[in-house]
């Protein structure tokens, strides 16, 4: 294969990309490897000066067309007004990547026992984790099936797949909570259900299972030990490891694969 055809394979330029959650750890390194691939993406937060500040970085050194959105994706009219927004300036809208998410790992309920977890917690963490990701597929679905060509990645994890292992945590005051599993054991379903559905509809879906990325802002070092003998490889991931995934499920070199679930987790739930 030569060089050219290697580099088509994974070229992006001109695309629009959404990206929800894009001012975090993964949604940030996501949005810099797109935009180097020369992609036009879309940076879509609740938050807005880590987003305004990617924008300008993505803008320097990569020379592409992004922009910001405010969104609360929990609320479909604005969805529905960012939609239009992002259509009016690119036209078209190639992939999205549904990475936003509550972590109530650092919510201080987030450690209480099973019994006594706060329903509050559960609504607000399936607000943003699945009913987010069912609206923003919901409607930027219905834009690709019009322009006949589309591509949604669904960014679950690896407690999506297996139980959490509650002993690994310790004296943390970290856990990972019932409502994180479920919404991205549900996320992984929802792929496959809407892979199904737009079959003959040019539009593939696909899930992004993550283990855990090592932070030192609120991991201590007996948890990252833990977590890290559990991985065949022996440790957490850099924030930087997910990005050739999110590259290879954006471009072309993916365009045989739908309704999958590509895992990268170190060799977690390989044991």
Request: hydrophobic share 35%; charged share 20%; net charge positive.
């Amino acid at each position: 294969m030569k060089n050219n055809n290697l580099t088509k394979l994974f070229n992006l330029e001109k695309k629009t990309i959404l990206i929800t959650g894009s001012s975090g750890r993964l949604g940030s390194q996501y949005a810099k490897i797109l935009s180097m691939a020369g992609a036009n993406v879309v940076l879509i937060d609740i938050e807005t000066k880590k987003n305004e500040q990617l924008k300008q970085y993505i803008i320097k050194n990569f020379k592409t067309d992004p922009m910001t959105c405010q969104v609360d994706i929990s609320k479909k009219t604005e969805i529905e007004k960012m939609k239009n927004i992002i259509l009016k300036k690119y036209k078209t809208i190639d992939v999205l990547i549904n990475n936003a998410f509550f972590n109530p790992s650092q919510s201080k309920n987030s450690t209480c026992p099973f019994e006594d977890f706060p329903l509050e917690l559960w609504n607000d963490v399936l607000k943003i984790n699945l009913t987010g990701v069912f609206l923003c597929s919901q409607i930027i679905g219905k834009v690709m099936k019009k322009q006949k060509k589309g591509n949604i990645i669904n960014i679950a994890s690896i407690y999506g797949l297996v139980g959490a292992d509650q002993r690994i945590y310790g004296n943390s005051k970290l856990n990972s909570p019932v409502s994180y599993a479920a919404s991205k054991g549900a996320i992984i379903n929802l792929t496959k259900y809407l892979a199904a559905y737009w079959h003959g509809k040019n539009i593939r879906v696909n899930t992004l299972s993550l283990g855990g990325v090592h932070d030192k802002s609120y991991m201590d070092k007996t948890f990252v030990k833990n977590y890290s003998n559990k991985t065949i490889l022996g440790r957490m991931a850099n924030d930087d490891e997910y990005n050739g995934a999110i590259l290879f499920l954006s471009s072309d070199a993916s365009s045989y694969m739908t309704g999958g679930n590509l895992i990268l987790d170190g060799g977690w739930t390989a044991w």
